[in-house]
């Protein structure tokens, strides 16, 4: 086993990136060959709590991988702390945590020894790893169930594990791919407080996912991804004011959206668009001002079932600038 061996040729932590992506693309050959990223350029300052959010098949698992080694880039470069993750792929696994998006626990290892044989693999020495073993049980609250094995627990204590294992080895950049996503709402909010600690410890977190309000309530910087490509990228704020619209509703219509009722909402003050969807229509507008009403009576003929109003969401955003739902 051998330690973590000095910062010799790293730029100081304050002119580095955490992460650099420059022209970075990957097509999966196939068949069917699919180009997952399609010419990304980000950075991610350190101590950054990052974002990528994006619908299914966008390219977020892709691009975690391209700079945690697993996958090769295709054109492009990526780099990690400053090491290029292509030609120093040993070094940059050394210095990173990540939480995959898939359960990666060792079922025939208690979560004790999930944690403690982690610390061994990185190289720290049994009686440090552990005592941190135990200190990583106690602050992830798993502590009551350091004996058991993973599929004995509920899914909310196996993210946990997760966590706590990908930073068993003291990265100072993390990984997390989709790390609430099947949780119930309780669980999900339980692991945003463990990853607001672990910003606050200093720690640079790279999180992705397609919940909005987890991009929002979490991240300094969000960059929305879909069909491989940036399409945006700024503090959630920014984005909102930008690209958001003051104000949406959705309407459930008993017949399909039609030309008149489409003309009618259109033609209401202050709306910037009306889409049809699945279930009827939405329609996203400058200001709330008395919107619904007017809104519902406009559509009057097409048959209202149900109607919602949400103010200015990172959802918006998406919609605006794809015409899609994120979970559509
Ligand atoms: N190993 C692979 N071989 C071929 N195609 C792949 C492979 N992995 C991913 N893809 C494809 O690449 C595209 C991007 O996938 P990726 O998993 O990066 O998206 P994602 O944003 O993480 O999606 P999700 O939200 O579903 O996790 C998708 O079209 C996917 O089907
Ligand atoms: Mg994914």
Redesign the pocket.
């Known amino acids: 086993m051998t330690m973590v061996e000095p910062e010799v040729g790293v730029g100081s932590a304050a002119a580095t990136a955490a992460v650099r992506l420059t022209g970075l693309t ?1 097509t ?3 068949p ?1 060959r ?4 399609d010419g990304i350029d980000l950075e991610v300052a350190p101590g950054e709590m990052f974002g ?1 959010l ?12 391209v700079c945690t080694t697993r ?1 090769r880039p295709t054109s492009g470069t990526a780099e990690v702390l400053g090491l290029d993750v292509s030609r120093e792929p040993a070094r940059v696994k050394r210095r990173l945590g990540v939480v995959t ?1 898939t359960n990666t626990l060792d079922r025939s290892l208690t979560l004790y020894e999930n944690l403690y044989y982690h610390c061994r693999f990185f190289g720290v020495r049994a009686r440090t790893a552990r005592v941190r073993a135990e200190d990583l049980l106690e602050r992830f609250r798993l502590s009551e169930r350091a004996a058991a094995f993973p599929d004995q627990i509920s899914g909310g204590m196996a993210q946990r594990l997760q966590v706590a294992r990908a930073i068993a080895h003291r990265p100072r950049l993390l990984f997390l ?2 790390p609430t ?1 099947g949780l119930d709402p309780q669980s999900r909010l339980a692991l945003w407080e463990l990853v607001e600690q672990l910003r606050s410890d200093g720690l640079t977190v790279v999180l ?1 996912t ?1 919940y909005m309000e987890e991009a929002d309530q979490l991240c300094d910087r969000v960059a929305i ?1 879909d069909h ?1 490509k940036v399409l945006v990228c700024d503090p959630p704020a920014s984005l909102k004011a930008r690209h958001g619209a003051g104000a949406f509703i959705e309407l459930e219509l008993e017949r399909a959206l039609s030309a008149p009722v489409h003309a009618a909402l259109a033609g209401i003050t202050g709306v910037r668009s009306v889409e049809a969807t699945a279930r009827g229509v939405r329609v996203m507008a400058d200001d709330s001002e008395g919107l619904l009403a007017r809104a519902v009576e406009a559509a009057g003929p097409d048959g209202v079932r149900d109607a919602s109003a949400a103010g200015s969401t990172l959802e918006a955003v998406f919609i605006n600038l794809t015409g899609r739902d994120l979970r559509e």
Do not use: M
């Open positions: 990957k999966y050959p196939g069917p699919v180009q997952a990223i990528l994006g619908p299914n098949g966008a390219g977020k698992s892709t691009t975690v991988g996958i998006q791919d989709e996503a992705t397609h991804v491989g």
